[in-house]
């Protein structure tokens, strides 16, 4: 078992900067994939970003790719999520999740484990 709670959203100007960080219970973290999703009032849940076990593979959406990136601390039980030249259309509740496989997937039903999601509003 996995429990996942993530922190560092808030409210930013468009072209900002957060770095959103998601802690991990549980001794069998650093043998999980890890990803990021999100979800905008009215849109389905969407994939952001992956990253393996070991932190070697990363996979990103094309509408973040060259702003976020994904990273781990397998020492910390920690993901991160830095994102970059910040858009409105960023704007969503985000969501770390736990892939027990260990391989880097986008579709959200691979993934076993969920944090509660921290808010991320860009303003314009």
């Known amino acids: 078992q996995v429990q996942l709670v993530e922190s560092g959203g808030g409210l930013v100007q468009a072209g900002g900067s957060l770095r959103l960080s998601c802690a991990a219970s549980g001794r069998t973290f650093n043998s999980y994939a890890m990803g990021w999703f999100r979800q905008a009032p009215g849109k389905e849940r969407e994939f952001v970003a992956a990253?393996?076990?070991?932190?070697?593979?990363?996979y990103y959406a094309d509408s973040v790719k060259g702003r976020f990136t994904i990273s781990r601390d397998n020492a910390k039980n920690t993901v991160y999520l830095q994102m970059n030249s910040l858009k409105p259309e960023d704007t969503a509740v985000y969501y770390c999740a736990a892939d027990p496989t260990g391989w880097v997937r986008t579709g959200p039903g691979y993934y076993d484990y969920w944090g509660q999601g921290t808010q991320v509003t860009v303003s314009s």
């Open positions: 990253i393996s076990w070991s932190g070697g593979r990363t």
